[in-house]
Structure formats: C-alpha cells, structure tokens
C-alpha cells in the first residue's frame, strides 16, 4: 500500500488465483462440491463444512444491492477526490456477497434491490472488481 | 443455563475512571493508572491486595503486552496478567474474564482498565485511518468505507425491512445527550434537538455526523473481587448474575444477517444465567457506537420486538423516567468514547446506578441492571447481568 494512493489488495497464497481471475477480467469465486455452497472471499477450506478440495468457479458478476451507503467523510484523502461515493454489499447470483463500490454518476440514487454488474479498476498490480448499475434490463440477463 | 452458585458469584466492588473528551497533558498510562487508582480506593483497597490484571489495548501509545506495561507502571505484580481485544466488546469481556479468574478461586481482586487518548493522542485523521482498517485488508478497505460506511450500510438495510426514521434514529442522539448533561465528567453536555441531529452533516448515508459516537480520552477501570474476599471492601453489594457472548463474523461482508447479530445470543446467555428476562432489567448501559447499533441491539436482544424501538424511543422510552433507562451517562454518543474504555464507561455507570450513586441521573431504586459491548461491525458481542444484593 502507498502511502498516498488508495490502499491496493495484497495478494495471500490463498487469494492469489482470484487477484489473477480479476487480471484477466473474470470474477471468480470458491465452490464446496461437499455441501454445495458458494464462497467468497477465498479460504483454504470451506467455512460451512471444512472441506478443502474448493473449486474455482466464474461468476457472470451480476448481481443485487443489498444494503448499500454513500460516504461524504473518506477514510483517506486518496478517496477525496471521489466523494461522495457509494460503498455497497452485492449479492451476486451465484449465492456469494461481496464488498464493492457502485461506480455510478449519481450514488445518492443507488439502492437497495438495484441490479449491476461487475467491472474492473485497475489500481497497480491489482485490478479491483467493482460494479455499476445495469444500464437496461436487456444487460440484466 | 448454569453459573456459579450465588455465593461464588464476583463482586463488582469498585469503580473509577477520568473525566471524558480532551485531556491534553496527560498519557495512556497516566490515565490508565488514574482510573485504576480511583477503582482501587473506592474498593477500599490497596494495590497490593491487587492480584490480576486485565488491559485492553491502546492506539496511541501501542504496547505489545499493556497489561505487563501498566502492572509495572502501577508497581503491581499480579499473579494473573492478560491483554484482550475484543474491540468494543473488550469492557464487558473483562469483566467477564474476571469474574471467571475470582469465581474460580484463582485471583482474590481483579483490575480490569482500558483508556487511550484518541482524541489529542492522535490526529483526526490518523485516528479514521486506524480504525478504518477493521476492515478486510484485500476484500473491504480497498473500497474506501469509514467506520460509519460499515455502519450505514446495517442501517441501510434496517431501515429497509423494518421501516425506521432518521427522526428515530436522531430522538436516540438526544436522549444520550440529556442524559450526558447531568453527568460533569461527560464529554458533550450541551443539549441537541431531533432538528440538530437532522440538520448535521451527512457522513455516511443514512448517519449523520450526530448520529456517530465521539472520540474522547479517557479512561475507566473496576476492581472486581471474589464473594468470600469481597468482606473487606467498601461494598461488596453487587454482583454479577450472568454474562456471555456471541460471535458471528468478523468483517461487514461476512455477516449472516443486517439486522440480527450475535447480541441475540450474548443476552439470552446472561440474561438466562442470571435467570431473569429482559423486563426484569432496571437500567441498561448498552453499546451506542452509533444511534443504529443502540437501535438493533434493543431489539436484537428481545428488549423491543422487532421494528417497534424506532417509535418507543421517539416517545421517551430510554430516558431516566421512561420504560427502559438507557445509557444513563450518555454512552459513547454523548459521555465519550475511548477504545475499549468506551465500553467499559458502561459498566461503571451501570454499578454507580445500582449503587444509587448517580446523582441527578439516579434510576429510582435500580436493582438490577443490564451491560452489553459490542465489537467490529456488530462481530463481538458480550452481556452481563449485575444485581444489588
Ligand atoms: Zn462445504
């Protein structure tokens, strides 16, 4: 992380093929062929049964709101630039939720039950997934 | 649900702690020593009778062993030495710990003190930056929430099932703030209205700046002593019926439920160890990062049913005269919050209420009274039941 830049994720063993599905532009997350569930973020087993043989699996990165707030004050100046922005928990379809910002040109209308999908940011290394609402239900499939 | 016999329960036999808010001139652990002094002596004790230690943590003066560090700057040698981090959950657990360490017959009294001084320790930046990092470092905090950001998002999602008002939310600031008023070591005393509140700066959307807790310093400590030790304190009245704790997630993103959380679990343990229900309870000092976290835990904990706080507290259900008296010092939205001294305020209130030394802020014959912490996002959840014998 630098000191003045947004914080960039460091990668862990356990982590590392998901940072290299987002380079690639694929969301990919853990699937437990023992009790059938998603799960993110990346562990070395599974969290509900213990199994450790997860498979990695690619999400089509569309997903629900599900709770969803708007920051004014950053934790950083790097996000200074980009208040106010909106910080959410999507429910992707696949059954996993995850942390990501909304990119959207009026983050005071995004809400809870609105539909996006995923794109990435690049920042260093890394290229960060994040969502932005779905244009039309066309590109809601 | 089995505790200790009555006659092996601890004794909560003494309190103390600093004013709140800034303390410019003063250090961690001066006031770590001033708070655990004041506890001392209001036990009636020395600190040679002392023989366990329990610290938290602290920010601003970031020791690896605190509790070895203030041991030694008390000049204490405790048979029994331990740090904990619970966040704001780590007040109750001490307690609990302490209780568990005297039930058992190893320590005789216990000092349980936590404080920092993140209000002039730190700059207010650096002090959003630190706690920030609660955070998931590679799945979170890469995405720029605050504290309250994790916090809004569980009060965006309960006031989308359950229907709850800014202007509920805000009648929750208010009633801390009186009650803070009459309290002269509080952090913030002037009074607020429900326009104040709604009038503040958004911070994150749906909580306003009045919606969050302060950054105080400060700091708080209680002595807690065995039943068949407690003979040759000040007051060995009261007692600790019950405790226990529930943990579902650590990170925001992880949480089973928006609106459900561990706190379920914490309360029906102690309340069921003590062996009372919630209607029982005369006095609760419940954790109050933010009006939301106050909000859901009430409910959560079987206090309200479920939607049904918002509105009680608009009619004066948490003040002095109302159907639960809450945070009768203010809590961590008015009386201040330091770490895991904020919490711990909470339990040296609720023992002053039993005791019937909180003055203008007296519950008329508190007997039993109700203690929660919560830490992380609502991840650490520790209740205790205490009684006046
Ligand atoms: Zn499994």
Redesign the pocket.
């Known amino acids: 992380m630098t000191e003045i830049g947004k914080p960039v994720p460091q990668p862990t063993p356990e982590s590392q093929p998901y940072w290299d599905g987002c380079l690639r532009g694929e969301l990919l997350y853990q699937h ?6 998603a ?1 993110f973020y990346p562990r070395s087993a ?6 450790t043989a ?1 498979e990695w699996r690619r999400s089509e990165g569309r997903g629900t709101l599900h709770a969803v707030t708007v920051v004014y004050r950053p934790p950083s100046a790097a996000f200074k630039p980009d208040v106010p922005y909106a910080v959410a928990l999507v429910d992707l379809d696949e059954g996993f939720r995850m942390m990501a910002n909304v990119l959207s040109a009026a983050p005071e209308a995004v809400a809870i039950g609105d539909r996006v999908t995923v794109t990435f940011e690049r920042r260093g290394d890394i290229a960060l997934p994040q969502f932005r609402p779905c244009a039309s239900p066309g590109e809601d499939l | 649900m089995a505790g200790p016999p009555p006659s092996r329960r601890a004794r909560l036999s003494g309190v103390g702690d600093t004013a709140f808010g800034a303390l410019p001139g003063s250090s961690v652990l001066g006031i770590h020593a001033q708070a655990a002094r004041q506890a001392i002596a209001d036990a009636g004790l020395t600190q040679g009778d002392v023989d366990g230690v329990l610290c938290a943590y602290s920010l601003v003066e970031p020791h690896l062993m605190l509790s070895s560090v203030v041991a030694e700057y008390l000049g204490i040698r405790p048979a029994y030495s331990l740090g904990m981090m619970l966040g704001g959950a780590t007040g109750c657990a001490m307690i609990m710990q302490a209780a568990m360490l005297v039930e058992s017959g190893r320590c005789r009294h216990v000092l349980v003190v936590a404080g920092d001084m993140r209000l002039t320790g730190m700059s207010r930046d650096g002090a959003v930056a630190a706690l920030a990092r609660v955070g998931h470092p590679q799945f979170e905090v890469p995405y720029g929430p605050n504290i309250p950001a994790y916090y809004g998002l569980v009060a965006s999602r309960y006031m989308h099932e359950q229907g709850a008002t800014p202007e509920q939310l805000a009648h929750i600031a208010v009633t801390m703030r009186r009650h803070a008023g009459l309290h002269p070591g509080a952090h913030m005393r002037e009074p607020i209205t429900v326009a104040d509140v709604l009038a503040s700066r958004m911070i994150a959307r749906p909580l306003r700046l009045l919606d969050c807790c302060l950054v105080s310093d400060g700091a708080a400590a209680v002595v807690v002593s065995a039943a068949d030790a407690s003979g040759g304190t000040r007051d060995s009245r009261i007692a600790l019926l019950g405790a226990g704790q529930g943990h579902t997630h650590e990170h925001v993103s992880q949480a089973p439920s928006l609106t459900d959380f561990g706190c379920h679990e914490a309360s029906s343990r102690a309340l069921g160890e003590a062996g009372v229900t919630p209607a029982a309870v005369d006095v609760a000092e419940i954790y109050d990062s933010f009006t939301i976290t106050l909000l859901i835990e009430l409910e959560s904990m079987g206090f309200f049913a479920k939607g049904e706080a918002g509105p009680a507290i608009a009619a004066g259900a948490l003040g002095l005269a109302g159907r639960l008296p809450t945070n009768t010092h203010g809590g961590l939205l008015s009386f201040g919050h330091s770490g895991a001294a904020g919490g711990l305020t909470h339990v040296v209130e609720a023992v002053r209420q039993l005791r019937g030394e909180a003055d203008a802020r007296q519950v008329p014959d508190a007997r039993l009274a109700f203690v929660h912490g919560d830490g992380g996002i609502l991840s650490a959840h520790c209740s205790l039941v205490l009684a006046r014998a």
Not at chain 1, 32 to 37: E, F, L, M, T, W
Not at chain 1, 46 to 51: E, K, L, R
């Open positions: 437990c062929a023992a009790c059938n569930r799960q599974c969290a509900s049964c213990g199994a997860l």
